[in-house]
Every structure is written in structure tokens, then in C-alpha cells.
């Protein structure tokens, strides 16, 4: 219960489009990050099938997928959400923000940790792709577009393919 009341309080926050809190069941990211956290428990127990199971058909609602293996932290907002893929050893830290179309993926080469870990307060814009076992630092900007295959300190603003830092 705890987790519904935060993401409420999170989508309230930082979409002003919802004007009631009824409207925040119909967003895509509250769906998603709910049967999520459902998914998760069935794959820590080993429930491989019925994790993926969930996932699938909250993928096909919500354009949204999110591995069942994935870590999501607290006061996670993802904008629109379509289009968004979260791998299977990513972790998500608190307060982060993600829009449309952004990727937590794999470079196809590793074994283990092969997806990012996204620090808190984070932020990604739209149609980024973050890969591979990396870390994006606390307080990190993410432009649009932007591909990052290196890890970003803490507070650094990155844009550009391959991503570049900006400012620090």
C-alpha cells in the first residue's frame, strides 16, 4: 500500500496533466510499475513463468516492459512510457525520471550484469539508450536521443551519439 500511495504522490507531482487521483489509474507507468512489482515476486521465487507471464501482458497494455529481474527504486516516473525497456539485471534508483521510448539494455556481449544501473534523481530523456553495464551517476542528465555506452559521474549532463558529457 505504502508503494501505490508513493506513486500517486509521484505522478500527482510531476505530471501536470493529472488533475484527480483517479486519473493516475489510468496512467500506463502506474500500471506497469504495480504488476511489476508482482512479476518480481514470482521471479525471486523462481516462478520464471508466470514473472514472464505478467510482464508479457503488461507490455502489450501499457507499452512498457520491464523484466521481472529488474530493480525499480521508489518515486520511479516514467513519462508516456512507450516504448520503454528495462532489462533484466538493471537497477533503477529512487526519484528517477524516465520518458518514452528510452532503453536499459544490453550490449548482447556480456554475461551477469549486462544492464545499466541508474542512480538517483536521475533523469533520461526521450529515446535514450543506456547500455550495458554501466552506472549513470546521481543527479545525471540524459539528453534525447542520446546513446551512452560509458559511465556518467555523478551531476553530469550527457547528450549526443555516442554520448558526451556537457557539463558537470
Known amino acids: 500500500m505504502k508503494f501505490i500511495k508513493r506513486q500517486i504522490k509521484t505522478i500527482k507531482?510531476?505530471?501536470?496533466?493529472?488533475k484527480s487521483i483517479l486519473e493516475v489509474f489510468l496512467y500506463p507507468s502506474f500500471k506497469a510499475q504495480?504488476?511489476?512489482?508482482?512479476?518480481k515476486y514470482?521471479?525471486?521465487?523462481?516462478h520464471y513463468f508466470i514473472a514472464r507471464y505478467i510482464t508479457e501482458k503488461t507490455k502489450?497494455?501499457?507499452?512498457?516492459?520491464?523484466?521481472?529481474?529488474a530493480t525499480i527504486g521508489e518515486g520511479v516516473f516514467i513519462d508516456h512510457g512507450s516504448a520503454v525497456v528495462i532489462g533484466e539485471t538493471a537497477i533503477v534508483g529512487n526519484?528517477?525520471?524516465?520518458y518514452h521510448g528510452v532503453t536499459l539494455g544490453g550490449t548482447g556481449k556480456e554475461t551477469g550484469k549486462r544492464h545499466p544501473t541508474v542512480k538517483d534523481n536521475a533523469f533520461i530523456g526521450s529515446g535514450s539508450?543506456?547500455?550495458?553495464?554501466?552506472i549513470i551517476g546521481k543527479n545525471v542528465k540524459v539528453g534525447a536521443n542520446a546513446v551512452v555506452l560509458k559511465d556518467v559521474p555523478d551531476g553530469a549532463t550527457v547528450v549526443g551519439i555516442?554520448?558526451?558529457?556537457v557539463k558537470i
Open 13 to 18: 507531482e510531476k505530471d501536470p496533466s493529472i
Open 34 to 39: 504495480i504488476r511489476h512489482k508482482i512479476a
Open 95 to 98: 526519484n528517477v525520471t524516465i
Open 162 to 165: 555516442p554520448a558526451k558529457i
Open 129 to 134: 539508450k543506456i547500455l550495458g553495464n554501466i
Open 42 to 46: 514470482f521471479y525471486n521465487k523462481k
Open 60 to 69: 502489450r497494455k501499457t507499452g512498457i516492459e520491464i523484466h521481472p529481474g
